[in-house]
C-alpha cells in the first residue's frame, strides 16, 4: 500500500531548540493528522488539519495543511525532554471511508 | 475521553497456535482496525471493518483473520502463528467522514506479540 513520505527518520537534539517535521505524497488528501507515540504505547493524536493552508497549533506544537493538499509540517518550539517519541503523519484521501496512510516516522531524541 | 482497550500487552506464543487479540472501544465507532508497526516499517494495515459483521482486507492479510460481532469488539485472529508474524499489534477505531471528528482514528495501546 501507499506510503506518506516523512522526514527526517530520526533527530537528535538538544533540549530547548525548536523540531521540524514533514510529509509529502504525490496524492491530495482532505484530511492530515499528526500522532505521537511513547516507546511501548500506542499513537497518541496531537493535531488534526481538514483544510488546504490551516494553520493549527497545539501548545508549543504547530502544524499546518499544505495548500498544495499534497504535504504538511510539524513544528515543536522549545523542546524538552518529554518530547522523546516518534512522530507520525497520516492522511486521508478523499472517498476512502475512514482509511489512513501512515508515515513511517520521525524519531526524536532529546539531550537534556 | 475515547478510549480503546486491547486485552494484553505482552503475549508469548509458540509456532503453529492459534492466537486471538482482542480490541474494545467504548465510544460507539463504526469504524475498527488492526495495524502491525515494524522497526522501519511503520504501520501496515492488516483488516479494517466498517460495520458489524463486515470486513476488508488492508495491505497484509495472509496469515490473519478478523471477527466482528459486536460494534465495540473487532479480534485479530493468527490461525496458525508463526515467528515472522512477532511484531508490535495496534488496534484502532474512529468514526467515518462526514459524521464529525472526521477520520481521526484512537489507537490501544498495543500488543506486544513474540512467537517462538
Known amino acids: 500500500g501507499q506510503q506518506l513520505n516523512q522526514s527526517p527518520q530520526s533527530m537528535f537534539i538538544q533540549e530547548g531548540e525548536d523540531v521540524s517535521m514533514n510529509c509529502t505524497s504525490s496524492?491530495?488528501?482532505?484530511?492530515w493528522l499528526w500522532y505521537k507515540q511513547d516507546p511501548g504505547e500506542g499513537p497518541v493524536l496531537l493535531i488534526a488539519l481538514y483544510k488546504a493552508g490551516e494553520l493549527t497549533s497545539n501548545g508549543r506544537l504547530t502544524a499546518q495543511f499544505g495548500i498544495t493538499r499534497k504535504d504538511s509540517f510539524l513544528n515543536i518550539s522549545a523542546s524538552i525532554p518529554s518530547d522523546v517519541g516518534i512522530y507520525f503523519c497520516?492522511?486521508?484521501?478523499?472517498?476512502?471511508?475512514?482509511?489512513?496512510?501512515f508515515g513511517k516516522g520521525t524519531k526524536l531524541s532529546v539531550k537534556p | 475521553d475515547v478510549k480503546v482497550t486491547q486485552s494484553s500487552r505482552y503475549l508469548v506464543k509458540r509456532t503453529g497456535e492459534k492466537v486471538f487479540l482482542e480490541c474494545v472501544q467504548d465510544m460507539d465507532h463504526e469504524n475498527m482496525f488492526w495495524y502491525r508497526q515494524d522497526p522501519g516499517l511503520g504501520l501496515r494495515l492488516i483488516y479494517f471493518s466498517y460495520d458489524v459483521k463486515m470486513k476488508e482486507k488492508g495491505d497484509i492479510p495472509e496469515g490473519y483473520s478478523v471477527s466482528r460481532e459486536k460494534k465495540e469488539r473487532f479480534s485479530l485472529i493468527l490461525e496458525s502463528a508463526s515467528t515472522n508474524q512477532t511484531s508490535m499489534y495496534l488496534c484502532?477505531?474512529?468514526?467515518?467522514?462526514?459524521?464529525?471528528?472526521?477520520?481521526?482514528?484512537?489507537f490501544g495501546a498495543g500488543t506486544r506479540l513474540s512467537v517462538l
Open positions: 496524492s491530495i488528501f482532505n484530511t
Open positions: 497520516a492522511g486521508q484521501r478523499r472517498g476512502s471511508q475512514g482509511n489512513l496512510i
Open positions: 484502532a477505531s474512529g468514526q467515518p467522514g462526514g459524521s464529525g471528528g472526521e477520520n481521526i482514528q484512537y
